[in-house]
């Protein structure tokens, strides 16, 4: 489940970048929403795993409260799921 989660985490900063980088300036630069509309759902369903998955693997990794707070507050950080892989997940 260790290996799933970095696969869900990088996925999930993968879209993040896409989404907040590509998809959001193409929409108000360009006029085109289709990709928000393409790359919004999979962010959401992969953003909803990784805290989904923190939760479930804090005792697996020994997180404290703080390190908990600083693996969810990652998720709305732009590459904050790549600090998280390199501190936390290896």
């Known amino acids: 489940m260790k290996t799933f989660f970095r696969l869900i985490t990088l996925l999930e900063g993968l ?23 393409i790359l919004g759902m999979p962010h959401g369903v992969l953003f909803m795993l990784y805290l989904v998955l923190g939760l479930l693997l804090k005792d697996d990794y020994q997180w404290n409260r703080r390190d908990m707070l600083i693996v969810f507050l990652a998720s709305v950080i732009p590459f904050g799921t790549f600090y998280v892989d390199k501190k936390y997940l290896r």
Not at 18 to 35: M, N, Q, R, T
């Open 15 to 37: 879209s993040y970048i896409l989404l907040l980088f590509i998809a959001v300036p193409v929409k108000y630069w360009g006029g085109d929403e289709s990709y928000v509309k």
